[in-house]
């Protein structure tokens, strides 16, 4: 399973030109689901992404997380974060999930961040969306369980 997560001062998700999900400062997290992925890994991930320190303390040193920090949380499926792109110029989407299965893992990363306390919006599974933020820093990390 793999987070692309992004520390932003603001993002949104739109389905056919509506907002469905929108945070202020927090993460981004573009999240891809493999194969081999289960529930375990799922939480794992989940665990990192809402505990790692990419927010500024007082001395604007990385040392706070997305909770310490007051942050939201913005949980976006891509499905092309598992894509293998080593030969050719098209991408290979072998490895990734079946649709069924990378669905509901995608619901339980996001329901484990939603049980941490922190506000957690979301895209629409399969859905061909518009995400806009505001990358705040640019800080942006790839998490892979």
């Not at 979301?122 to 806009?132: I, K, L, P, T």
Request: aromatic fraction near 6%; hydrophobic fraction near 45%; charged fraction near 20%.
């Amino acid at each position: 399973m793999i987070a692309l997560i992004q520390r932003v001062s603001a993002a949104s998700v739109a389905v056919d030109n509506q907002i469905i999900g929108e945070i202020g400062a927090g993460l981004l997290v573009l999240l891809g689901v493999e194969k081999e992925d289960d529930d375990q890994k799922a939480r794992r991930l989940c665990d990192k992404v809402l505990g790692y320190r990419v927010f500024g303390d007082e001395n604007d040193k990385m040392n706070l997380n997305v909770h310490q920090a007051g942050g939201s949380v913005l949980v976006v499926s891509q499905f092309t974060l598992a894509a293998d792109t080593r030969k050719g110029m098209r991408p290979s989407f072998s490895g990734g999930a079946v649709p069924a299965e990378a669905e509901r893992l995608y619901n339980v990363f996001s329901d484990c961040c939603r049980a941490s306390g922190i506000t957690t919006a979301s895209g629409r599974f399969a859905a061909n969306m518009q995400v806009s933020l505001v990358n705040d820093g640019p800080v942006t990390f790839w998490l892979q369980v």
